[in-house]
């Protein structure tokens, strides 16, 4: 089976997946990491071939912060997953990771929680997915909450008809986080998150990928 894993920059967002990939990779399957180049020395040091797509620039990325400067605590997240991670960033990942996806044909798609270009794809082509979570529950179900509207436009202009709110919620979720970690979180009574370890040796959760 194919899984590909997909990324935005930065460390604390590609270095969750690497425990998954290498895991997935140790089962048999064949594992590629799709991601902004400055992932690249972390992806090439964990032994992954790297599918380059692009990020925003550094005055792209002042464009939008330059009108917010001082804005702090939960009005920054109302900015930054919007504005950010579900609108700027998803839409200029979007055409090479969707090279990727095209040419690579993944089985599924595997992504960290902030990185909704791949989401999109995956619905887009019919290809199953999951996300990693790189924050508590707590955090995580805040972030979704505002990702809502963003990737309701990027379903729509990808052809995708569906419930953008249902799409990410119904999304298969991993997370080492701790249960005591995860704050006021509901969980999700239908789809609450697969609680693995990290670690090396750690236990590999059980799933219909095997």
């Given amino acids: 089976m194919r899984i590909l894993f997909t ?47 692009d990020c925003l620039s550094g005055p792209e990325l002042e464009a939008i912060w330059a009108p917010h400067r ?15 991670f579900a609108g700027a960033t998803a839409r200029k990942s979007l055409p090479g990771l969707r090279q990727a996806v095209e040419t690579w044909r993944p089985d599924v798609i595997v992504r960290e929680s ?11 082509h019919g290809i199953p997915h999951a996300r990693v979570n790189v924050h508590n529950c707590g955090f995580e179900e805040l972030v979704n909450s505002y990702a809502v509207e963003p990737v309701a436009t990027l379903l729509d202009s990808a052809g995708v008809a569906g419930d953008a709110k249902a799409i990410i919620w119904d999304e298969p979720v991993f997370t080492a986080f701790p249960e005591t ?24 959760p059980e799933t219909d990928w095997r």
């Fill in 181 to 204: 970690f995860d704050g006021d979180a509901r969980q999700g009574e239908n789809n609450p998150p697969m609680r693995v370890s990290t670690a090396a040796g750690g236990p590999v």
């Fill in 114 to 124: 902030v990185e909704y270009a791949g989401l999109v794809l995956a619905e887009a």
């Fill in 70 to 84: 001082g804005v702090r605590g939960d009005d920054m997240l109302k900015i930054a997953i919007p504005q950010m």
């Fill in 7 to 53: 990324s935005t920059q930065g460390e604390g967002h590609i270095r969750p997946l690497l425990p998954y990939a290498k895991a997935v990779a140790a089962l048999g399957h064949e594992v590629r990491i799709a991601a902004p180049e400055g992932c690249g020395p972390i992806i090439s040091k964990a032994g992954f071939e790297h599918h380059v797509f």
